[in-house]
């Protein structure tokens, strides 16, 4: 049998909010590579071997995965939410890049729902114009990168999902993307803090920039800011389809 590799997104943590593509190739596969928390998310079956490893080796878990796929294996590499977003599709093209002996391989990049989707659905619809993401992670870009991209994005009048934003080894940076948005936006810029979307441990909480304080956020912690026109309507929040809908602040 000749060997595949599909890199699969396992959603933001409910099993329900697993596709039905992604279940379908996790049913099939001989081998799951991936972080520990996220391979744990995955039954042990019979004929199933579990590969979970450090959430710093992503290149040499891809190289792991296009050696066992070469060999005949059916792998299946899972991220959390989409394998595009932040995640193990760039790792797995990156370890391609200079292995061309494997670019025949049947490899498929199988969506997910990522938790940036997952939170803005619990909110409302703060995502419902132009948006982007922006991962605070300072691990793979300086921190000046990261701050000139929140600053030119809130200057843009983006809507904005931050992944990452703070951990116990940098606590310092999320303070600083607030200090940054009080200095382009308006104080009644409105911010949901959505944690652990989809578990049992899910939280969502929508405050004004003047209220953010950096402590609301955690590495679990997605965090939606709405652009001037992000408004409140009963217990949600959306931004207008409209880019002349109103600054409401």
């Known amino acids: 049998m000749s060997g595949s590799l ?3 997104g396992l959603g933001p943590g409910d099993p329900a909010l697993v596709t039905p593509e992604v279940q379908a190739a996790l049913d099939a596969a001989t081998d799951v590579i991936g972080y520990i928390p996220y391979v744990a998310r995955v039954a042990p079956r019979p004929g199933l071997t579990l590969h979970p490893s450090d ?3 992503e290149v040499d878990r891809a190289r792991h995965a296009l050696e066992l796929a070469a060999k005949g294996a059916q792998v299946v590499v899972v991220s959390s939410g989409d394998p595009g977003v932040f995640a193990m599709a760039a790792a797995v093209f990156e370890a391609l890049e200079d292995a061309p002996q494997w670019y025949d391989l049947d490899i498929r990049v199988l969506p997910g729902i990522t938790a ?3 939170a803005a659905a619990r ?3 703060p995502l ?3 948006f982007c993401a922006i991962n605070l992670s300072d691990n793979l870009k300086p921190r ?4 000139r991209r929140v600053r030119l994005a809130a200057e843009a009048d983006f809507a904005m999902a931050f992944y990452n934003p703070r951990s116990k080894s940098r606590p310092e940076g999320f303070a600083r993307v607030l200090q940054i948005l009080r200095e382009t936006c308006a104080p009644g810029r409105l ?3 959505a944690r652990a979307v989809s578990t049992p441990e899910e939280r969502l ?3 004004t920039l003047a209220e953010a304080t950096p402590e609301m956020a955690d590495m679990r912690t997605v965090v939606l800011v709405g652009n001037s026109a992000t408004r409140r309507v009963g217990p949600f929040v959306y931004t207008p389809r409209r880019a002349d809908a109103g600054v409401t602040g």
Not at 144 to 147: H, K, M, P, Q, T
């Open 144 to 147: 000046a990168v990261i701050e």
């Open 191 to 193: 911010i949901t803090f």
């Open 205 to 207: 909480t929508t405050v």
């Open 55 to 57: 959430n710093r080796v």
């Open 128 to 130: 419902g114009h132009d």
């Open 123 to 125: 909110a409302g619809a």
């Open 116 to 118: 940036m989707l997952a």
């Open 6 to 8: 599909s890199i699969a």
